[in-house]
Structures are given as C-alpha cells and as structure tokens.
C-alpha cells in the first residue's frame, strides 16, 4: 500500500480498541458499583471450525474487557425447541446479561425462532425482531452489531451523512438492511442495491457513501467509486478478500475501511459495548454514556 493510500484509511482496528478500553473502564466501573462484572452468555451449536474461532475470540475479547463468559455448548444434533429451551434459560438467568447466539446454526433450525427466545433486553448482538423495531422506530435497544460498527467508524472519522447519498449493496437482515435504516435515520439518502439491483455500477457511481455487504470478492470496482466518496467494506472472502476491489478504490475515495482490519473488528467492539451497556441496565446501575 503507497503512503496516500494510508493517508484516508478508516482504522478499525485502533477505532475497536478504543471502543473495547472504553467498555473496560465501564465494565469496572461496574463493578466498583454493584459489585457484578457484565456476563456474555454465548451459545454454539455443533463445532463448525469457523465458529468455534469466532466464539473463541469473542471471549477471548470479554476477558481483555475485563467482561464474563459462559459458553452454551450443545451438540450438533440440538433440536429448534431444545435451542429455544437453552436460550430461555439464558434470558431468565439474572447472572447473564447478554446473549450471542453463534449463527449459521444449520439447516435443520428455526433459526428466527431461535433468536426470538432471547430477551430484548440481553439481545447485545441485535438479531431480535423487537430490537429491529426499536431500530426503525428510532426507539433505545441494541443495533445489530456490524451496521453500529459501521456507524461507529463512521462518527471517528467524522463523516457527516446528512444529506449524502449513501448506497448500500446487500440488504440481509442484520447487515445491509440495518446500515441502510441507521444511515436513513441520520438523514442520509440510501438507496439499496441486492442481487436482483439492473446496472449496479450505475447506482454505486452516484454514492457519496457506499456500503458493500454482499459477501462477493471485489464486486464494486475502483472505476465506479465517485472521486471523494466514502468506501465501507462490509464484506469479507476467503483469502482476507473484500466486496470491494481496494487498491483502484483507494485512488478515487477519500476515505476507505482496509480488509481485515476495517469493520471486522468493529463487530465484536459493539458486542462488547453492547453488553455492559446491557449489565448496567439489568444491574440498575446509572447509565451515564450512549454505546454506539
Ligand atoms: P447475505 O445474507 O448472504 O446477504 C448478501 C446480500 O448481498 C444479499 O442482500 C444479496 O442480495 C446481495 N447480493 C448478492 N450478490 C449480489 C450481487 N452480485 N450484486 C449485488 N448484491 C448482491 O450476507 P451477509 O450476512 O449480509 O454478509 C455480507 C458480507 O458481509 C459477507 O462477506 C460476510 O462475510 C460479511 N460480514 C462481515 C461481518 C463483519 O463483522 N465484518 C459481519 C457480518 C457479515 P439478495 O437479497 O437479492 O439475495
């Protein structure tokens, strides 16, 4: 990478860090008050590679932020109902303020009905449709974690949306759809792109904002990014690859999130954020400071 590419990154990494020491204080903070530390409960089902990695780090993350851990191990064969069952023990349990339901779960799950089963209220990852609605309305609750790290990142760098025209690729429920809604409500103009979306470069080349999340390596190309526009890579693909091809995007935008080390880190910074935020509702502590 040339120095003036360097120049307009949008570090995720040290903008998580910040994030992750700021829920640290909190979380002891906490403490000092209640005498309780923030408890992530998260549940696996069966041990696919990637996510047992991924629940791996995440507690690995929660001790850094001095933030408990209970890992929920259930066997590959756990049943829609017996996953219900876990989580609403889970979400009755007092001494656990927040859930991470590892997902894909497999084929063979509800998987809606298994968010569902988690309490509004320890829903730190946002994957709850009450926590959607409270999204939309533009009412308090936890925002799915990606989309308010891309918000996040956003805020570091100073990026005033108001007004912008934000394009965002990929409309899942817990990525594009909700970064387009918390961009909206920001009073950003977005349009939406997705799979079935004619002349896709037509729309990117419009945006002062795009967001790629659509899980396809190098789909926006550098020659349809506005000069000057902002670059989020949602997006992540084998070999450390983005949704966007970087280094002919980074010569027109002017301000670009790397892969890795743009929203990845960001996700698991919210989770944690999220779940003391989580703790110091439920333990009834005051809460001072707004999460993301
Ligand atoms: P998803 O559920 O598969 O959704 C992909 C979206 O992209 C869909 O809306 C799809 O459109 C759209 N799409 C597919 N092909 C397209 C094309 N050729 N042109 C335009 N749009 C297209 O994926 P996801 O869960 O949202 O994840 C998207 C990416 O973000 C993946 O690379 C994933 O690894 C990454 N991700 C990263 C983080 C992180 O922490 N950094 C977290 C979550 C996900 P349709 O709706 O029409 O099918």
């Not at 859930?99 to 320890?122: S, T």
């Amino acid at each position: 990478m040339s120095p003036t590419q360097t120049a307009h990154l949008m570090d995720g990494t040290g903008t998580a860090r910040r994030l992750v020491e700021e829920s640290a204080g909190r979380a002891a903070e906490l403490v000092r008050r209640t005498g309780s530390a923030p408890c992530l409960a998260t549940v696996l089902v069966g041990e696919d590679p990637a996510s047992v990695t991924y629940v791996r780090m995440k507690q690995a993350r929660c001790a850094k932020a001095g933030i408990e851990s209970r890992r929920v191990q259930l066997p590959a064969g756990t049943t829609t109902a017996e996953l219900v069952a876990a989580l609403r023990d889970l979400s009755q349990d007092a001494s656990v303020h927040g859930i991470l339901l590892q997902h894909p779960v497999g084929p063979h799950i509800d998987e809606r009905a298994a968010f569902e089963a988690i309490a509004p209220e320890k829903d730190v990852d946002g994957v709850t449709m009450t926590s959607f609605g409270a999204m939309a309305f533009g009412l308090p609750g936890f925002v799915s974690c990606t989309p308010g790290g891309i918000m996040r990142l956003l805020d570091e760098y100073d990026v005033d949306v108001a007004g912008r025209h934000a394009v965002v690729v990929g409309r899942s429920a817990i990525l594009g759809k909700p970064a387009g809604m918390l961009l909206l409500a920001r009073d950003a103009t977005v349009t939406y792109c997705h799979s079935r979306t004619a002349d896709l470069s037509a729309y990117v080349r419009e945006a002062d904002i795009v967001v790629a999340a659509v899980g396809r390596p190098r789909l926006i190309r550098g020659e349809d990014i506005k000069p000057g526009a902002v670059v989020i890579d949602a997006g992540y693909n084998a070999g450390n690859v983005g949704d966007v091809d970087f280094d002919t995007a980074a010569e027109r935008a002017r301000l670009i999130t790397p892969v890795p080390g743009g929203v990845g880190p960001m996700t698991i910074a919210v989770l944690l954020a999220q779940t003391v935020t989580a703790a110091y509702h439920q333990l009834g502590a005051d809460l001072d400071r707004a999460i993301v």
